[in-house]
């Protein structure tokens, strides 16, 4: 409560400069992230629906203690706001962002324009066909105006397209891409623009650090520019692994993105320990693949020997994110702690995976602690 009074009154006092800078213009009296990262970037998580209903208070907690930046994992979702036609369903949102509101947190709305989760209806007319060009782009701007309107001023960047891209960096052969065309993208930007001319406006992928595919998102980001596009910055998800990818392309991303003047952003980081289930991961939510013991080396414990990877990992690729502080505008971990990670079931169903860094019990892990001394080093 004082720590909200202080973040208050001390928002009140600022009054000027870019909304981003007022959320890291943070003073508390512990040590957290917030305090730790002042001045490099914001530093953000997501929540879940246990976690902004407080099932898992002491994750909903955590999760405003430590982060000045917010994303919904799920919940704004085409499927969860809007499942059916004319349908809206923004309790979980609302709540969502008042408690963003309460504790002086950047909001980040998670996504407008995505392949998946989106139910076939939107793609499809009464009589079962599919839509023309000129309808589904209609549905599309219904659905921007409806959820962007609604939370104008209070969501303050929104993830406007989500995975456009495949690996080797063609467009993804999506409903919107085929029954619009490459367009539906500047479409997208123009209508949230349209709505909130305050707001960021964000492409956001995954695996940029293969070359292919971000020289694929190089050029989308290009042609969305040519053709006045509103975009602002770039979300660079970061599903890592312990060993891949490189950090030379890691680094890379950052700077070729930051080239193209947009800001960018680690939007949904975490870092895998188990092996892999195939020869490749990305983070296409709709690979699987069957359980196998091997497959899940750690149910009750990660070894110290792995852990002091993890935390190695960790402090590698955050020498990198303040080495490119001035770019660099938000690093978000996707997961409060390993225990919420989608990790655990992705693409392997029920394994223990410890991505993240706070533990199943809440508990700063190493790597958190990593990190905290590399920002203050490098404040
Ligand atoms: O973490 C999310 C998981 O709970 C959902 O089941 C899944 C499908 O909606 O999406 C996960 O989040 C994804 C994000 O929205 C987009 N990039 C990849 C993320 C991990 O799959």
């Not at 690996?167 to 993804?172: I, L, W």
């Not at 392309?249 to 680690?266: P, R, S």
Request: hydrophobic share 40%; aromatic share 12%.
């Amino acid at each position: 409560m004082k720590s909200i009074l202080f973040t208050s009154i001390l928002l009140l006092l600022i009054g000027c400069g870019s909304d981003r800078d007022q959320y890291q213009q943070e003073q508390t009296e512990e040590q957290t992230l917030r305090s730790a990262f002042e001045g490099s970037f914001l530093i953000g998580t997501i929540l879940n629906h246990r976690q902004i209903f407080g099932q898992d208070q002491r994750g909903q907690d955590l999760a405003v203690r430590e982060f000045n930046a917010v994303t919904a994992e799920n919940v704004m979702k085409w499927e969860n706001i809007h499942p059916e036609p004319g349908v809206y369903d923004f309790d979980a949102a609302d709540t969502m962002i008042d408690i963003a509101e309460e504790n002086g947190m950047f909001v980040v709305g998670h996504t407008l324009v995505w392949h998946s989760q989106t139910p076939d209806w939107v793609f499809y007319d009464d009589e079962g066909e599919l839509l023309s060009r000129e309808a589904l782009l209609e549905r599309m701007k219904d659905h921007i105006e409806t959820v962007v309107g609604r939370y104008k001023g209070r969501v303050h960047g929104w993830d406007v397209v989500n995975e456009a891209i495949v690996d080797d960096g063609t467009m993804r052969d999506t409903y919107w891409y085929r029954i619009i065309g490459e367009d539906f993208l500047v479409k997208a930007f123009e209508y949230a623009h349209a709505v909130d001319p305050e707001a960021e406006l964000y492409y956001n992928d995954y695996s940029l650090e293969i070359p292919s595919k971000r020289e694929g998102a190089i050029r989308l980001v290009e042609y969305l520019q040519e053709n006045d596009a509103p975009i602002t910055g770039i979300g660079t998800q970061g599903h890592f692994m312990l060993d891949f990818p490189d950090l030379e392309e890691i680094e890379k991303t950052i700077t070729d993105f930051a080239a193209l003047g947009i800001d960018v952003m680690v939007t949904e980081l975490d870092i895998d320990v188990l092996p892999p289930a195939f020869d490749y991961m990305g983070a296409d939510v709709s690979a699987s693949a069957e359980m196998r013991e091997e497959l899940n080396p750690y149910p009750d414990a990660l070894p110290d020997s792995v852990q002091q990877q993890l935390t190695d990992r960790y402090r590698d690729i955050f020498e990198i994110y303040l080495r490119h502080s001035d770019d660099i505008t938000r690093v978000t971990f996707w997961g409060v702690t390993d225990g919420d990670s989608w990790k655990n079931n992705w693409p392997v169903s029920g394994r223990t995976n410890y991505p993240l860094i706070f533990d199943r019990n809440w508990e700063p892990k190493p790597a958190y602690h990593a990190i905290i001394e590399l920002a203050e080093e490098h404040r």
